[in-house]
């Protein structure tokens, strides 16, 4: 779950830069403005996008979680033995 959702804003971020708190999160860390290129891609655009898809990557792991664990039948119920 939390892959996708990593790659899917990761993607995101990189085509529109206005997704918040990558950017900002940049910024407040001390991050500056320049072009200088990784693989091709500005580090004031990639590192926001990586921020962006850790941050809300965790947030939907950690929705996921509680969602499965609430929904998850409880196991530790003893089973109904009918038979002696």
């Known amino acids: 779950m939390f892959l996708a959702v990593f790659a899917i804003l990761l993607v995101a971020t990189l085509g529109n830069t ?14 500056v403005s320049t072009d200088y290129p990784i693989m091709g ?17 965790v947030i ?18 003893p089973k109904n033995n009918s038979q002696k």
Not at 18 to 31: K, L
Not at 41 to 50: G, K, R
């Open 60 to 77: 939907v792991w950690i929705i996921y979680s509680i969602i499965v664990n609430a929904t998850r039948k409880n196991k530790s119920e």
């Open 18 to 31: 206005t997704i918040p708190f990558g950017r900002e999160i940049y910024y407040a860390i001390g991050g």
């Open 41 to 57: 891609i500005s580090v004031s655009i990639l590192v926001p996008a990586i921020l962006n898809g850790v941050i809300y990557g």
